[in-house]
């Protein structure tokens, strides 16, 4: 009786053991998988300076538009269009010549409302990711990437766009601005 005591106490020290090992083990695992979450976490902020997606997107049949949110000293000076895939330029516009243009509504691959685009048309296949940015002076600007199928999917309303945090307005686009004294923050 007593060696069957000795060896059940052996048993449980040894379990113990493992579980202290196991759990050892486990923080010198976790650790790292922690540090990386941290990384990406912030790598993503980093890389997304602006907060929430400050451009929007609509297709209307044949027609594709972009709303980016800007204040109303701020004047659109080019949109750029990418394959995100082979980050080949697609289309490019320079000063758009309305004033909803100039005031950030752009409608893309229509040569008439900019002093110079190019290609005049739109190719006949568009990437599966738009690149768009858009430009008011030499350094400012916004960017997005833009899933065409998820746009065509979401289907906004009129006057809605579709972003990477959900269907906006335009009115909600300019808002998520702080524009100063140039009209009221939300």
Not at 15 to 31: E, R, S, T
Not at 144 to 166: E, H
Request: proline share 6%; aromatic share 6%.
């Amino acid at each position: 009786m007593a060696g069957t005591t000795t060896n059940g106490v052996a048993e449980r020290r040894r379990g113990g053991k493992v579980l202290v090992v196991g759990l050892i083990a486990a923080a010198i695992l976790a650790a790292p998988l922690a540090l990386a979450f941290l990384w990406i976490k912030f790598l993503n902020v980093m890389s997304h300076p602006d907060g929430p997606s400050l451009l929007g997107l609509r297709i209307d049949g044949d027609t594709i538009t972009v709303k980016t949110a800007q204040c109303p000293s701020d004047r659109v000076r080019r949109v750029e269009l990418y394959d995100s895939d082979s980050e080949k330029l697609v289309w490019r516009a320079d000063d758009p010549l309305t004033e909803e243009g100039r005031g950030g509504l752009l409608r893309l691959w229509a040569a008439e409302e900019y002093r110079t685009s190019r290609p005049a048309t739109r190719p006949a296949e568009l990437p599966k990711q738009l690149d768009v940015s858009v430009r008011y002076g030499s350094e400012d600007g916004a960017g997005a990437v833009f899933d065409l199928a998820a746009v065509r999917a979401a289907a906004p309303p009129a006057g809605s766009y579709w972003t990477s945090q959900g269907i906006r307005t335009g009115r909600e686009l300019d808002q998520l601005l702080h524009c100063g004294g140039d009209k009221t923050t939300p």
